[in-house]
């Protein structure tokens, strides 16, 4: 009930333009005990300085991780995707709700999307995700958009699930809700049209961006269903991997590119 009520005066906040939602979505999260809580968790650890003052990268994912799994969506959720009307809003959800830590490395060039992408296909937290993500919110040429009907919120929660992993994605600029990880395709060689299908699948995927945007404008049935999703994100996404199978040895990108397939082990 005290989750439902907070979302309400959020919602209710929203209706005089002066209003900034990334605030909104900060202050009912601190309003939450538990929303509170676990962003309490993950800002000690990303902002924190580890041995030798860098940032403690995997503790940082780790608690970011948490925060999407174990927190209200509808709280979590409206952070990620509250909508920007100015850049100084869009820095701060840039840099707070997705830390530099867990995203970028200062002084440094962005690696190649290969990087990320090889070791995202080794590792058993990343994997199902990206894979979750891929079949979440990818374009059905048969629906009248391109994008399946009730897609949005799927797709949500599956990119949130993935902040935190090897391919944690963010906001690329303070001009736009454009997302991509940290990475591009300039050094990836022979690899370059698999670096570029990988990086598209945020940068040129419409079904996502129309998610973002429905969550911008604060339709109801996106709301709706992250209020009354009550199970625990991390675990529905780890499935994936129990049926994942017969897809042991195959490039992520094949379960949706089949032309990028690579040679697949019995």
Not at 166 to 190: E, F, H, I, L, Q
């Amino acid at each position: 009930m005290l989750l439902l009520l907070l979302l309400q005066l959020l919602l209710r906040s929203t209706s005089s333009a002066a209003r900034n939602r990334c605030v909104d979505a900060a202050e009912a999260c601190t309003a939450d005990a538990r929303c509170q809580q676990l962003r309490t968790e993950y800002v000690a650890q990303c902002l924190g300085a580890g041995a030798g003052g860098a940032c403690p990268r995997a503790r940082c994912r780790r608690a970011l991780r948490r925060f999407f799994a174990r927190g209200p969506p509808a709280l979590t959720h409206a952070l990620l995707f509250c909508p920007c009307a100015d850049p100084a809003c869009a820095e701060r959800r840039r840099q707070t709700f997705v830390p530099a830590c867990a995203f970028s490395r200062p002084g440094r060039a962005p690696p190649s999307c290969l990087a990320p992408l090889d070791t995202c296909e080794h590792s058993g937290v990343c994997r199902p995700r990206l894979l979750a993500f891929q079949a979440s919110c990818a374009p059905a040429p048969s629906a009248p958009d391109g994008c399946p009907q009730d897609q949005a919120s799927r797709c949500l929660r599956a990119y949130a699930g993935l902040v935190g992993t090897a391919v944690t994605p963010n906001y690329v600029d303070n001009g736009s809700a454009r997302v991509a990880p940290w990475c591009d395709c300039g050094a990836s060689g022979n690899r370059r049209e698999e670096c570029e299908a990988f990086r598209e699948l945020f940068t040129g995927n419409r079904c996502l961006d129309g998610a973002i945007q429905a969550f911008d404008s604060w339709q109801p049935p996106v709301l709706q269903d992250h209020l009354d999703s009550s199970q625990d994100l991390e675990h529905s996404l780890l499935q994936v991997s129990s049926t994942d199978g017969p897809l042991k040895g195959c490039s992520l990108l094949s379960i949706s590119l089949p032309w990028l397939s690579r040679l697949c082990s019995d």
